[in-house]
């Protein structure tokens, strides 16, 4: 605005000054030098300003840690980016203490990792990831998790895909993911669990998906064009991971669809929410113990929101966020109880699950967060009575308490309590040390 009254002004005095026809005075033309003058010590006394917060910004971001990196590039890779990927290691530590010996959730064939885990000191999941740009056409990313549990290391391969860019001609907003991913599946499904703001994960991720679902497949995503953000997609899966088991055949034993939706509330609020559905065939699914086997049909849908406030307007001072999933899962088939003299029995009926949580960042580096979860087991037939599908009638609940700090971006300490009631007079205070340590490149977090 003020550039165009320079620019205007300036064209007046012009002509006033060069043209004979305007009889112009020389206090007329006086007295717009002056408000120009005026008008360009204003416009540089603000930008002055602007320019003075900026820098203070950028000091107190610097001061707290939080130092931007840049974006990954999307467009074509450098031939020296072809040979050298973007490499991230995280690593994790936790110390843990049990009140209770079993913690056995009843109602459940809970599998392994979602079991509570082992007391005392232990080395967490570590990630190493390796990812680039294959071409302007494609990128790749692997990561693979090194844990300990029993005594027992083991590697595995959490993630192993590739995924197309903007470059692939596809209608804008879309995209296609095929290999080994942690898949689109409620809200922290597709993050890797290092990101949580809980060193562990609510009982319904436990108890539904084994933690986190990360069949082999291939998924379908597409950013609508519209004013919210908008975005649909769906997949089809081996069907080999929890809550499928293994898959029998050659074909897709699993299939997904999802949808969701969110936005900004002014410069300081957004909002997000989803429904989400995975369904496939059950050839045997077994708990973490051996004793109890499902085969049949198993659908699971969930849905979630999140909410984000920043308080300040800056979320790297102070954030508060509201998060929240809820499950419903149907199995149509037959359990099996080695330790029951009934044998198979056929089952068709549903269970539930949810969880709620508020994190407050109070301070650039201080965090507190609280949060419940609860699970509404099926009703079990005579023939499974007094077998850990049996919950007596108690639907296992949990509460968690955290707080945290963050030197950086690259490294937080985290304490936790938790009170868990995972079956009927059993209440197991748990308390939980954590460290996360991340080296090298490591991707955006979620919306």
């Known amino acids: 605005m003020l550039k165009t009254k320079l620019a205007a002004s300036a064209a007046l005095i012009a002509l006033l000054s060069n043209t004979s026809v305007l009889a112009a005075s020389e206090e007329d033309i006086e007295m717009l030098r002056s408000e120009i003058q005026g008008m360009k010590e204003a416009y540089e006394s603000r930008i002055e300003n602007l320019e003075s ?134 809200y922290l499904n597709e993050q890797h669990t290092h990101v949580d703001d809980f060193a562990d994960r609510p009982l319904p991720y436990r108890v539904f998906l084994n933690s986190a679902y990360n069949d082999d497949g291939v998924q379908l995503s597409y950013v609508l064009p519209a004013d919210l953000y908008t975005e649909i997609g769906g997949g089809v899966f081996r069907g080999d991971d929890y809550p499928l088991g293994s898959a029998s055949g050659s074909g897709p034993g699993a299939w997904s669809a999802y949808a969701r939706v969110g936005g900004d509330i002014g410069d300081d609020q957004n909002w997000r929410i989803g429904g989400y559905m995975l369904s496939g065939d059950t050839a045997s699914r077994t708990s973490n113990d051996g004793v109890v086997s499902f085969t049949g049909d198993t659908t699971l849908f969930t849905a979630d929101m999140r909410y984000t406030w920043a308080p300040t307007g800056n979320p790297y001072e102070q954030e508060i966020l509201f998060q929240g999933e809820y499950f419903w899962r149907n199995e149509d088939g037959t359990y099996q109880d080695t330790n029951a003299a009934t044998g198979k029995v056929a089952f068709d009926d549903h269970a539930t699950g949810w969880y709620a949580q508020g994190v407050y960042k109070f301070d650039p580096q201080w965090r507190i967060g609280y949060r419940y979860s609860q699970l509404q087991s099926p009703d079990i037939p005579v023939g499974l009575a007094g077998s850990l599908l049996d919950s007596g009638g108690h639907n296992p609940d949990a509460h968690a308490v955290m707080m945290d700090w963050s030197n950086s971006e690259f490294s937080r300490f985290r304490a936790q309590y938790n009170y868990e009631n995972p079956a009927s007079g059993i209440e197991d205070n748990q308390f939980l040390v954590q460290y996360i340590m991340s080296f090298g490149a490591h991707g955006a977090h979620n919306y």
Request: negative net charge; proline residues 4%; aromatic residues 6%.
């Open 53 to 186: 917060k900026l820098e203070k910004m950028e000091s107190e971001k610097v001061a707290s840690g939080q130092v931007a990196t840049a974006p990954v590039s999307r467009g074509a890779p450098s031939a020296a980016n072809s040979f050298n990927p973007e490499i991230g290691l995280i690593l994790n530590g936790q110390y843990s203490s049990f009140s209770e010996g079993d913690s056995t959730i009843r109602g459940f064939g809970t599998p392994g990792e979602g079991a509570r885990g082992d007391e005392g000191l232990k080395l967490g999941e570590s990630e190493l990831n390796l990812s680039a740009n294959v071409d302007d056409k494609f990128r790749g990313s692997m990561t693979t998790s090194f844990a300990s549990e029993d005594g027992t290391d083991s590697i595995g391969i959490e993630e192993a895909y590739i995924e197309t860019l903007p470059g692939m001609g596809l209608p804008t907003g879309m995209s296609i993911k095929a290999g080994r991913a942690l898949w689109i599946l409620g």
